[in-house]
């Protein structure tokens, strides 16, 4: 098991910035590809990004690319996404995953609770 605790989300103006965290505890948190996704009301959860087990490699939606980074500090049990240039329609809650096989949209075995995050206009 893997245990998953997102933090780091709330309100904020179009144009600025939230780092998100996410914890992880369990299993060995090196073992497994990390991922961000988000769910806005009214639609379906979509990938954000994604971070190989050995942080060697990222993907991205091509919605946030230029603006996010995902970036985990193995030492610490911790994947983050940093968010720059916020826009409205990136208020959605967020939600961490883990998995030990797949990469990028397809990681789904572990999830954390998610983080709301929601941009004014």
């Known amino acids: 098991q893997v245990q998953l605790v997102e933090s780091g989300g709330g309100l904020v103006q179009a144009g600025g910035s939230l780092r998100l965290s996410c914890a992880a505890s369990?299993?060995?948190?090196?073992?497994?590809?990390m991922g961000w996704f988000r769910q806005a009301p009214g639609k379906e959860r979509e990938f954000v990004a994604a971070?190989?087990?050995?942080?060697?490699?990222?993907r991205y939606a091509d919605s946030v690319k230029g603006r996010f980074t995902i970036s985990r500090d193995i030492a610490k049990n911790t994947v983050y996404l940093q968010m720059n240039s916020l826009k409205p329609e990136d208020t959605a809650v967020y939600f961490c995953?883990?998995?030990?096989?797949?990469?990028?949209?397809?990681?789904?075995?572990?999830w954390g609770q998610g983080t709301q995050v929601t941009v004014s206009s």
């Open positions: 995953a883990a998995d030990y096989v797949k990469m990028g949209p397809g990681i789904d075995d572990y």
């Open positions: 369990g299993r060995t948190f090196r073992n497994y590809h």
């Open positions: 971070v190989t087990r050995s942080g060697d490699s990222t």
